[in-house]
């Protein structure tokens, strides 16, 4: 056991000490990882001080590097980072801070709903490596939830009801849900949705968590209005501040989390101090909707 942990969640979460993730990996600290992120579901490892290349590398180890071409709104020539990473960042190719009004930023500030990553593609995320480069000088917390305790606790007639429900992704509901409506006919074809199931089971450790994310917006066989109460009552439900874990970023600071089991979101900071969040995704094992029923 190489790995020092201490719990700083409430119900789920921990912080790593006593490894260096920029040097090559030992052999069986990446099993220990898996180990520790099926039990805390978030691991904070501070003082990481990745490049990019370091923080492929270790992704690499962690399984496959999911790319963010077709995901939110730049273009492809717009890209700062290598299409490895997700550019979490309010900055351009220039390293400026976006305009207030700029397009990019209004889409990419969507990541203060709750969500699950990857939601609204096919084979969603596994887990989500977020690395801090530059922090603003107060707020830009990232908040995450613990979808197995909130699945857990929800009454037997409300399991029953949901467990096996197909739910809608698109980032067209997410950015819709907060006023942001216009996409032009590329966009719509490329968010197209996906379905995924509502409640879904962890491959390793077999328990069952909710599936919410803000890109869900219907469900098979419920009607629209109804669908959209359930999904923002369980989102109100699984989002309670005991089952939240708040992360204050400290520079070089490295959180990876398992995207099966939480939902996370970024908070508000002042708008004209970059924050240049770097984040590699390792994919999933597959289309939710293939998953044995329970
Ligand atoms: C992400 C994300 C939140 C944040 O990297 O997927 O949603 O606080 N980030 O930047
Ligand atoms: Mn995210």
């Known amino acids: 056991m190489t790995l020092s942990i201490r719990q700083v969640g409430p119900c789920f979460a921990g912080e790593v000490t006593g490894i260096d993730l920029t040097k090559p990996l030992p052999s069986g600290v990446a099993q220990e990882i898996h180990d520790a992120m099926d039990e805390y579901a978030v691991l904070v490892f501070p003082n990481q001080n990745f490049t990019d290349e370091t923080q492929i590398a270790f992704t690499e180890h962690l399984g496959q590097i999911e790319h963010s071409i077709g995901a939110g709104l730049r273009k492809p020539d717009e890209y700062r980072?290598?299409?490895?990473?997700?550019?979490?960042?309010?900055?351009?190719?220039?390293?400026?801070?976006?305009?207030?009004?700029?397009?990019?930023?209004?889409?990419?500030?969507?990541?203060?709903l709750w969500h699950s990553d990857s939601s609204f593609k096919v084979v969603p995320a596994k887990y989500s490596l977020l690395h801090a480069r530059a922090i603003p000088s107060k707020g830009g917390n990232t908040e995450f939830a613990d979808m197995r305790t909130a699945y857990d606790a929800l009454d037997h007639e409300t399991k029953e009801h949901i467990d096996?429900?197909?739910?809608?992704?698109?980032?067209?509901?997410?950015?819709?849900?907060?006023?942001?409506?216009?996409?032009?006919?590329?966009?719509?074809?490329?968010?197209?949705?996906?379905?995924?199931?509502?409640?879904?089971?962890?491959?390793?450790?077999?328990?069952?968590?909710?599936?919410?994310?803000?890109?869900?917006?219907?469900?098979?066989?419920?009607?629209v209005?109804?669908?959209?109460?359930?999904?923002?009552?369980?989102?109100?439900?699984?989002?309670?501040?005991?089952?939240?874990?708040?992360?204050?970023?400290?520079?070089?600071?490295l959180v990876i989390w398992d995207n099966r089991r939480t939902m996370h979101r970024a908070r508000p900071f002042p708008e004209n101090e970059p924050r240049d969040m770097r984040r590699t995704t390792v994919i999933g094992d597959g289309p939710t909707v293939e998953q044995q029923v329970a």
């Open 81 to 112: 980072l290598s299409t490895h990473f997700a550019d979490v960042s309010n900055l351009d190719k220039e390293n400026k801070v976006y305009g207030r009004e700029d397009r990019r930023r209004l889409f990419a500030i969507g990541n203060r």
């Open 164 to 223: 096996d429900m197909i739910a809608e992704h698109t980032q067209i509901h997410s950015r819709r849900s907060v006023g942001f409506e216009e996409f032009d006919e590329e966009e719509r074809i490329r968010m197209a949705p996906v379905k995924q199931r509502l409640v879904r089971i962890h491959p390793s450790t077999g328990r069952k968590s909710l599936y919410l994310s803000s890109h869900a917006g219907r469900i098979d066989g419920v009607p």
């Open 225 to 253: 209005t109804e669908a959209m109460l359930l999904l923002k009552d369980l989102t109100e439900h699984a989002t309670q501040r005991e089952y939240v874990y708040s992360h204050k970023w400290r520079l070089h600071d």
